[in-house]
């Protein structure tokens, strides 16, 4: 069989520990085989980014911003006990964080569902994908702890010297306080990000935030969401029958417990981290969660929303067998390869993404899976594999299907 021809080169940044693993037998078992793969390759493993003070992770973002498509493998975020492992010459700041910060971008996840994998919420039949703005609220905030009686007030000075106050609080007692902020120009790059990451996918967006109590601050993300929507996307919603849903975060929860999902979920900040856990727990494994960053001028970043998998890393390193589910990492690859084919029209190269998963889905299914499934599937008659074994039983479903 002839491979898939590539007109514009993926960026591929690779990782570290289990998944780096993955990553090789990936390429090597499942792309290579089938396509000419076309790579710009960035090694964004946190010995190269030591080496190279972390340019790395700004050169791979800047090559994204260039082509278009990347391809990220998880990566370590150093703390005080990487530093000792790798003899670090500084603790780099996560790579994730400075390509978002590069990209501007907003990251979707969603479940990836197999029968047999069954969600705790039963009506849930199609993915829920969330969307969390990342930037502000209380992640930036200004905190105090206000030791007894006295007022607190928010102060703007402007430019040119004149204030503007509001009283927080005449404090009788102690107690605490907290600024937090946000910025219009992100909260639009967010908006536009979802608008076009819903048309892209096909799906209504639904947004929510708390604006009866908070009548300024929440409020104004209510506003910036309808004012973009009214003069950018209307139009293209309502020619492919999707719909822009806007309601009162307590409203949306509930709503979402009902739905039968399909749809993409638009959370602030806050509510995107504590929402994003509950759905992955509530689908069933974050090994089956996949990721991507959209940037607000289209730029793509495709991911796993795991980790390095670092306790199965040092089992394969002492020579022990292991079970690391490769699904999300796949998935990394056959959303960008999608993605990849559809800017640069090759069918066949989004067509080979579609099996690829399709293959995944099937090998599940079938009952061979590794064992972070085999733990929790309803199937009866299952087949727990090795890291490999898996990944070659994957190859076996995708080369009879093609
Ligand atoms: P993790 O890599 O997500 O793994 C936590 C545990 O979840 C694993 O020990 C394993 O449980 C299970 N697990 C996760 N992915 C799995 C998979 N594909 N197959 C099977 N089981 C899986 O989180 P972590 O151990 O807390 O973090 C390790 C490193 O990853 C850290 O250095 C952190 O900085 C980095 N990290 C990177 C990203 C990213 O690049 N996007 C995201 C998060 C964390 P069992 O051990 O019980 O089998
Ligand atoms: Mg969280």
Redesign the pocket.
Known sequence: MEKIKMTTPLVEMD?????RVIWKMIKDELLCPFIDLKTEYYDLGLEYRNQTDDQITIDSAEATKKYGVAV????????AA?MTEYNLKQMWK???GTVRAILDGTVFRAPILVKGIEPYVKNWVKPITIARHAYGDVYKGAEMKIPGAGKVELVYTAEDGSETRELVHDFKSAGIVQGIHNLEPSIESFARSCFNFAIDTKQDLWFATKDTISKKYDHTFKDIFQEIYDTEYKEKFEALGLEYFYTLIDDAVARVIRSNGGYIWACKNYDGDVMSDMLATAYG???MMT?VLVSPKGVYEY??????????YYKYLNGEET???????IFAWTGALRKRGELDNLPELSAFADKLEKACIDTVESGKM???LALITTLEDVTPLNTEGFIKAVRETLEASL
């Open positions: 990782g570290d520990e289990m998944t990220k493998c998880a990566t370590i975020t150093p703390n990487r996560s790579p994730n494994s974050l090994s990721s991911e796993a929303a795991h980790g390095t998998v670092q306790r199965h079970s690391t589910n490769s699904i999300a990492t590794t064992k972070d």
